[in-house]
């Protein structure tokens, strides 16, 4: 039996499920506009309280950092996730629930050789890019008289 490419194309156009792109845009938009709201409303709270706007900045950052990580080992962000796609990839949050995601898989096998090196399957990249490109742009920095 044989079928033309149009056929073909047909029956894989049926079988692909369609998506729900409103539903999608609707739920991103929801849960990253709300991971941001609650940056903002962070980073007021900690210039009220006398932060300077640097420290205010690293604050909030620290906190949504800290947020996402728990609710990520409580199983709440994969939820929040489940219903929000993209919105819960807004950079930090997302970052952060990446680097503490796997490590909760092997937890199992004990802090050091479970948590300890799952961890940083995702965190060591990003931390070695981190130091070398700051190396590098001391040296630069330094080259040029800046610092």
Sequence with gaps: MSISPDEYKKLGEKAVPKTKSLR???????????????GQFL?????????????????????LVAVSAVLTGFGVYDKIAK????????????FA????????????????????VKIFTIAGPVIVYGVLASVVYGIIYWAMGII
């Excluded at 219903?83 to 997302?94: A, D, E, H, K, M």
């Excluded at 680097?99 to 948590?115: D, N, R």
Aim: hydrophobic share 40%; proline share 4%; aromatic share 10%.
């Design 83 to 94: 219903f929000g796609g993209g919105g819960t990839l807004v950079p930090i949050t997302g």
């Design 97 to 116: 629930n990446a680097v503490v995601s796997p490590a909760m898989e092997y937890k199992s096998e004990g802090f050091v050789l479970g948590l300890g």
């Design 24 to 38: 999608n845009l609707t739920g991103a938009f929801l849960i990253g506009g709300g991971i941001c709201l609650f």
């Design 43 to 63: 980073l007021n709270f900690y210039l009220d309280m006398g932060l300077s706007t640097p420290s205010s900045s690293t604050a909030c950052s620290m906190t």
